[in-house]
Each structure stands twice: as C-alpha cells, then as structure tokens.
C-alpha cells in the first residue's frame, strides 16, 4: 500500500511557476514509477507527466514538454513537479500517482494509487 499527499498548488499569474510536492509512504513507494496528471472541469484527467522508480526515465505530455520537470528523491520519499511559464490552460487539479509496475507509464489504469489532488490556478 502506498498513501500519497501533493501539496504546492495555488494561484500564480500567466509565466510564473509552482512547484508541486507528493510525499509518498508505504513500504514499496520508492520501487513504484510516479506520475502527475490532471483534471479540468469538464473535462476527463489526464496524463502530466511520468518517471521511473530509479528516476532514469522521464516522459512528458507535449502540452508540457519544455515547461514542466519531474524528479524524485527516494531518500526522501518525494516526488516533485516542476512548473515553469505556466498559461492558463494548465489551470486544473493535480494528481500523483503511483505504479507498481516501476517503469514509466502515460496510462491511467497502470496506476495503483492516487493523492487526494492539488488546485492549480493560472490567471491570465
């Protein structure tokens, strides 16, 4: 079992950043592969960003691409998301997630576990 809990999400202006945190805890959070996705009202949750258990592997949504950066420190047990130039069309709640297949996955049923969410807001 692994329990996730995001935190960091807020307003900010259009071009600012944020920094998203997920503490992790369960005896198999550091083999497991992270991901961030997200939701807009109205709309279904989608695929951010992923990495693997060793944090060798990095994949990212094109939306993103350039902007957004995922790491992990597994000393620690956190998983963070990165955020830069953010428009307004990022404006959702973001999730983490976790796999215990270890590799990267853009699949939402490959995840086991979810956090609770974070609200992003961009203003233009």
């Known amino acids: 079992q692994v329990q996730l809990v995001e935190s960091g999400g807020g307003l900010v202006q259009a071009g600012g950043s944020l920094r998203l945190s997920c503490a992790a805890s369960?005896?198999?959070?550091?083999?497991?592969?992270m991901g961030w996705f997200r939701q807009a009202p109205g709309k279904e949750r989608e695929f951010v960003a992923t990495?693997?258990?060793?944090?060798?592997?990095?994949y990212y949504a094109d939306s993103v691409k350039g902007r957004f950066t995922i790491s992990r420190d597994n000393a620690k047990n956190m998983v963070y998301l990165q955020m830069n130039s953010l428009k307004p069309e990022d404006t959702a709640v973001y999730y983490c997630?976790?796999?215990?297949?270890?590799?990267?996955?853009?699949?939402?049923?490959?995840?086991?576990?979810w956090g609770q969410g974070t609200q992003v807001s961009v203003s233009s």
């Open positions: 369960g005896r198999t959070a550091s083999s497991s592969a």
């Open positions: 990495i693997s258990w060793d944090g060798g592997n990095t």
């Open positions: 997630a976790a796999s215990r297949r270890g590799w990267t996955t853009i699949l939402f049923h490959d995840y086991d576990y």
